[in-house]
Each structure stands twice: as structure tokens, then as C-alpha cells.
């Protein structure tokens, strides 16, 4: 049975990963959708009454510009959280299929080179699947694909 390991974590990584989670849940949702245009209209309306001076203006430009700033990296810590969970479940997916190649676990650390290669292989195989298909044959084969070193 897998057991969580209990990896000691510093109070500020923990700290972030929980604030960046919460706001990126946050941020995605439709309250954040409808506060955001409320800003927009609230700030639309506003605009007679400071005379649609340089500083209307530039509040919502600065204002704007520091959310997109944050939410940069906000959006990039969890596409970098999913993308890891993601790989560690294919790798696994990979590690229990009879016949798979264990070689590709880490294939994300190959070259560009390499990954051409393979994926040269790979498309080769759809290729020769389709074909077999137009000819009413079927492409549930499972074809062997030669990993050379």
C-alpha cells in the first residue's frame, strides 16, 4: 500500500502552496468573475465623476497590471503542481502496463533529438494503423516499438 511520506516543509512553502491554491480556486471561480467586472462597471461609472482625468485612468491600468503581474505566477505554481501530479500518474500508468517501455518514465528528461525520434516512431505506427483501417482491417494491434540505445 503507498503511504504518504511526511515530508517536512518549511511554514513559508507551506504557507504559499496553501495561499496559492486557495486564490488560484479562487480566482477561477464565478464570484471572482462577477467582482471583476463589478470593478470594471464601478469604475466605468466613475469616470464622469473624476472627469475621465489621467488618474481614472490610471488606476485601473496599475490596478490591472499588478493582478496580471501576481496572477502570473500564481497560474504558473499550479500549472507546474498539475503537470508534475499529471507525470507521476502516466509513469505509473506506464509501470503497471504489461509490455510497456519502463525506459520512457523519464522521457521529459530526453533531448529534443531523442523525443523527434520517437515520436517519429510513434507517428509511423498511426500512419500504418490508418491504412490498415481504410483497407477494413483493424488497428487494435499492440506493435512493438524498437527502443535502441
Given at each position: 500500500m503507498f503511504r504518504k511520506r511526511n515530508k517536512p516543509q518549511t511554514p513559508d512553502r507551506n504557507f504559499f502552496m496553501l495561499f496559492a491554491n486557495k486564490a488560484s480556486d479562487w480566482t477561477?471561480?464565478?464570484?471572482?468573475?462577477?467582482?471583476?467586472?463589478s470593478i470594471i462597471v464601478i469604475w466605468a461609472v466613475s469616470?464622469?465623476?473624476?472627469?475621465?482625468?489621467?488618474?481614472?485612468?490610471?488606476?485601473?491600468?496599475?490596478?490591472?497590471?499588478?493582478?496580471t503581474f501576481l496572477m502570473v505566477f500564481l497560474i504558473q505554481n499550479t500549472q507546474?503542481?498539475?503537470?508534475k501530479a499529471?507525470?507521476?500518474?502516466?509513469?505509473?500508468?506506464?509501470?503497471?502496463?504489461?509490455?510497456?517501455?519502463?525506459?520512457?518514465?523519464?522521457?521529459?528528461?530526453l533531448s529534443d533529438k531523442d523525443l523527434k525520434h520517437l515520436r517519429d516512431k510513434y507517428e509511423k505506427i498511426?500512419?500504418?494503423?490508418?491504412k490498415r483501417i481504410k483497407e477494413g482491417d483493424s488497428d487494435t494491434d499492440i506493435p512493438d516499438v524498437v527502443l535502441e540505445d
Open positions: 477561477g471561480s464565478p464570484q471572482a468573475f462577477i467582482t471583476a467586472v469616470g464622469p465623476l473624476f472627469g475621465y482625468s489621467d488618474t481614472w485612468q490610471l488606476v485601473i491600468n496599475t490596478g490591472t497590471t499588478i493582478v507546474n503542481r498539475d503537470s499529471l507525470q507521476l500518474k502516466l509513469d505509473e500508468l506506464i509501470r503497471v502496463t504489461p509490455g510497456a517501455h519502463v525506459r520512457l518514465l523519464d522521457m521529459e528528461e498511426a500512419r500504418e494503423a490508418r
